[in-house]
């Protein structure tokens, strides 16, 4: 592509939300079209996908983050369009199209619904996908949902690390912006618990892949599910059960109007059965507990470099670390790898868990790999504690007796909220193995908390701080 500068990309990478190199030097060193959307009608633009790659200066060139790919879908118009001046990109001269205007496609109705046209041509082909044979650009469908192909596209603002789009009250597309070859674990997670019906997640209606052209690997790009349009965000929903405590401190947290126990409960119960289906549908293995601890010694080996103030903790965090290594062999099985409030939705049937990416800073192929479902039920842990700091944070007074009132009251929302939780999901008293490889995970993600405060909030550092010393108390 000898007619586009890089710079047309960098330029383009900065100013989004997206692009997880902010801050860091780069530069776009290479960058192919992979395909045009089809579904396009008369005076619609064309849709044209790009993947561009950024190398980082300030790691070594074999770092495993030196190189990453993004996805930029742009769309292509003849004459500039005012109503997307917020979404120009450029305008340059191409080989076929002559001088196009380049906007995000994202942003724009028209383009959105070449997309959705698209997914839906793909269900009425005979194997439900559409596959353009010079580019090997695919659109993927799964039976049992019709689509309006009529609905107008709405971008959602909120999101950072991918891009997501609803389309009308029907269905909701999630574009991946940083892609690497290989099967997204969000689009294979929800394919098999889609097909094993699965009550507690919004229903996969198709996804978007391309063959690499350099490895044969499949790059999946999107993908297209159910829309819980009326669902609460699981952190905002305790969030305002913490501030309704906050609004009389002499409450206690089971005598608030927004006590969350319940919700609680019914989450922990609904985590219990996702996991259920995990592990029938993808099966288990076991490990070696004493692989899981050293991995667990090396993370809290390389946080030590970053956060002084784990040192005092580190002789509590080793003990524990030998206790699990001492289990012999657990069971493991797909998870979701990255659990916590904000990964949850409340809606009229119950709740449902999205986003089965895992853990964005880990590999793509260790993401994939089976873990312990007491990963996630640390994870959920870690999100409960932190609600009522987030609270205190926001609603700071000069009165310290307020204050100190409200963290105290804060403390017993946490505790009642992580007890019911665990209860429901363990279905009663955790045995010994249960409990130290609980402790341990809780443990593996405060150290991991500790390392983003210190990097990006060093004021909250002190919240997880607190949860590893209360792991190491007797």
């Known amino acids: 592509m000898t007619h586009l500068e890089p710079q047309v990309f960098s330029d383009y990478l900065v100013r989004t939300r997206w692009f997880g190199g902010k801050g860091r030097p780069f530069n776009v060193t290479g960058f192919r079209l992979v395909g045009e959307v089809p579904g396009r009608v008369q005076d619609s633009p064309r849709v044209v996908i790009h993947l561009v790659q950024v190398t980082y200066d300030d790691v070594d060139a074999a770092a495993p983050d030196a190189v990453e790919l993004y996805?930029?879908?742009?769309?292509?118009?003849?004459?500039?369009?005012?109503?997307?001046?917020?979404?120009?990109?450029?305008?340059?001269?191409?080989p076929e199209h002559g001088w196009v205007h380049a906007y995000d496609a994202l942003h724009d109705r028209e383009a959105m619904a070449c997309w959705l046209r698209s997914f839906d041509d793909a269900a009425t082909q005979e194997h439900g996908h559409t596959v353009d044979p010079e580019t090997m650009l695919t659109f993927h469908r799964l039976p049992g949902h019709d689509l309006d192909r009529d609905a107008q596209s709405m971008l959602f603002t909120g999101e950072q690390s991918n891009s997501s789009v609803a389309f009308g009250e029907d269905a909701l597309m999630k574009v991946f912006r940083k892609v690497t070859p290989g099967v997204n674990p969000d689009v294979a997670v929800h394919d098999v618990l889609t097909r094993a019906g699965s009550d507690h997640i919004a229903a996969l209606y198709g996804w978007l892949d391309v063959l690499d052209a350099d490895s044969d690997a499949v790059i999946q790009l999107a993908m297209l599910q159910q829309f819980l349009r009326t669902a609460t965000d699981g952190w905002d929903l305790a969030l305002g059960s913490v501030r309704s405590l906050f609004a009389d401190p002499e409450l206690h947290a089971r005598e608030s109007g927004g006590d969350f126990a319940g919700e609680a409960?019914?989450?922990?119960?609904?985590?219990?059965?996702?996991?259920?289906?995990?592990?029938?549908?993808?099966?288990?293995?076991?490990?070696?507990?004493?692989?899981?601890?050293?991995?667990?010694?090396?993370?809290?080996?390389?946080?030590?470099?970053?956060?002084?103030?784990?040192?005092?903790?580190?002789?509590?965090?080793?003990?524990?670390?030998?206790?699990?290594?001492?289990?012999?062999?657990?069971?493991?099985?797909?998870?979701?790898?990255?659990?916590?409030?904000?990964?949850?939705?409340?809606?009229?049937?119950?709740?449902?868990?999205?986003?089965?990416?895992?853990?964005?800073?880990?590999?793509?192929?260790?993401?994939m790999l089976p873990d312990s479902p007491w990963r996630d039920v640390a994870g959920m842990l870690r999100s409960f504690d932190y609600v009522p700091h987030v609270v205190v944070r926001d609603r700071e007074e000069e009165d310290p007796e307020v204050d100190a009132q409200r963290a105290r009251r804060g403390q017993e929302w946490a505790h009642r909220a992580r007890n019911h939780f665990l209860t429901a999901y363990a279905g009663g008293e955790l045995s010994e193995t249960q409990r130290i490889l609980l402790d341990a995970y809780v443990a593996d993600k405060a150290v991991y908390e500790t390392v983003y405060e210190t990097r990006n909030r060093p004021t909250w550092v002190d919240i997880p701080l607190q949860a590893v010393a209360r792991i190491g108390a007797p």
């Open 265 to 367: 409960t019914r989450l922990g119960e609904a985590l219990r059965e996702l996991h259920e289906t995990l592990r029938e549908s993808f099966g288990s293995q076991s490990i070696e507990t004493a692989d899981l601890a050293e991995q667990m010694r090396q993370r809290l080996a390389a946080a030590e470099t970053v956060v002084p103030g784990l040192g005092e903790h580190h002789a509590a965090l080793a003990a524990l670390h030998d206790r699990v290594a001492q289990l012999g062999r657990i069971e493991v099985h797909r998870i979701h790898g990255d659990l916590h409030l904000g990964q949850t939705l409340r809606t009229s049937k119950g709740w449902k868990v999205v986003d089965f990416e895992g853990e964005p800073a880990k590999p793509l192929a260790e993401r």
């Open 71 to 94: 996805q930029v879908p742009l769309a292509f118009y003849e004459h500039p369009q005012g109503r997307l001046d917020h979404a120009f990109v450029g305008w340059w001269e191409d």
